[in-house]
Nanobody, 126 residues
């Protein structure tokens, strides 16, 4: 069983920073591309960022480009999301997800990711 456990969420003031972590176990981590999604109350779950298996290609939603950075450490079986310049609109539950393969045409699709973590809450106060 492929387990994904997110951590690092919390309450932060607007303009602040957080770093989310997602620790994987149960499968070979480097065999999976990883994505971060988020879901705000009453809204759909949307892509935030994704990274290929080797980490050589990253993708970002337009709303977070230039503020968020995704990276992974395959030796530690962990993917990270560094979030800077947080705004109240970034408030959501953040989920990490794993997919056997993604590319530019598919990384946004939640259905491409068969494995999901439980999520971590990020709340940004004004």
């Amino acid at each position: 069983q492929f387990q994904l456990v997110e951590s690092g969420g919390g309450l932060v003031q607007a303009g602040g920073s957080l770093r989310l972590s997602c620790a994987a176990s149960g499968r070979t981590f480097s065999d999976y591309a990883m994505g971060w999604f988020r879901q705000a109350p009453g809204k759909e779950r949307d892509i935030v960022s994704a990274i290929t298996r080797s980490g050589d290609t990253t993708y970002y939603a337009d709303s977070v480009k230039g503020r968020f950075t995704i990276f992974r450490d395959n030796a530690k079986n962990t993917v990270y999301l560094r979030m800077n310049g947080l705004t109240v609109d970034d408030t959501a539950v953040y989920y990490c997800a794993a997919a056997p393969f993604i590319d530019f045409n598919t990384y946004r699709r939640a259905a491409m990711y068969p494995h999901w973590g439980q999520g971590t809450q990020v709340t940004v106060s004004s």
